[in-house]
């Protein structure tokens, strides 16, 4: 089965974003993270930079919402034609009725997790996303450790996708580089994100490749 792999522009060149997606040919998806300094104490950019992003990328959009208030934010992201709109579990109100919004205006619906978030919950709704993102690190930063405490959980959604026949996907996001990504495959992921390990490479293309590869011997299918 094959991994995806979104490199995460949080790591990019902010003054030369187009340029920068010139350098992730081989990915199949651009992760951007949108935070808003109250649900991580960390800042990025918004709607208009990602409707922008959206306009010049020749790769699918995979946004990622670290943001209060999803409820009211993301289903723009998806009108913007984002490929993925992904909220967090802890921010959001309703995220049944948030996931359909996302789903009717043609974005793949994902649901992430924090490290200390359980899974239990959401195990039961699985139909209703495209995709769980299980976080790997603490959100709001790029270029922190991969924490293997978040793989049980991961373990625990693999099974349930595997007895339900749930066609989710399942993401993680933190500290991935070509030693950890085993480790996460090996415990059920199929789409990976990976910041710094893709663009403080020489040459993204190759450190895209060199994920993908060591992924794929692990990745099982559903
Ligand atoms: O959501 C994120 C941080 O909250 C980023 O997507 C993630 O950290 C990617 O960066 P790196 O691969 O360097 O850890
Ligand atoms: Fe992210």
Redesign the pocket.
């Known amino acids: 089965m094959p991994a995806r792999i979104n490199p ?1 522009i ?2 990019a060149d902010f003054a030369n974003l187009e340029s920068e997606l010139g350098r992730i040919r081989g990915a199949d998806a651009v ?1 951007v ?1 949108i935070m808003d300094n109250h649900f ?1 104490p960390n800042l990025t950019f918004g709607l208009q930079m990602a409707t922008r992003l959206q306009q010049v990328s020749p790769l699918p959009l995979d946004v ?1 919402l ?1 943001i209060d208030d999803p409820d009211r934010w993301a289903p723009g992201y998806a009108e913007a034609g984002a490929f993925s709109v992904t909220f967090h579990a802890e921010a959001a109100q309703e995220p049944i009725a948030l996931a359909r919004a996302l789903r009717e205006r043609g974005a793949r619906a994902g649901l992430a997790l924090k490290p200390g978030t359980p899974v239990e919950p959401y195990l039961e709704m699985l139909d209703e996303f495209d995709q769980i993102l299980v976080m790997t ?1 603490e ?6 450790s991969f924490m293997p405490s978040t793989m049980p959980k991961l373990t625990r959604l693999a099974d349930a996708v595997r007895r339900t026949g749930a066609d989710v996907w399942l993401q993680v ?4 580089t070509a030693e950890t990504i085993l480790v996460a495959a090996e415990a059920g992921a199929d789409t990976f ?5 893709v663009f403080n490479a020489d040459v993204p293309d190759d450190a895209i490749a060199g994920l993908r590869a060591a992924a794929a011997s692990h990745v099982h299918g559903h």
């Open positions: 995460s949080l790591s992760h993270d991580v990622h670290m690190v959100p709001g930063f790029g270029g922190q996001d933190g500290g991935i994100v990976a910041g710094s390990a």
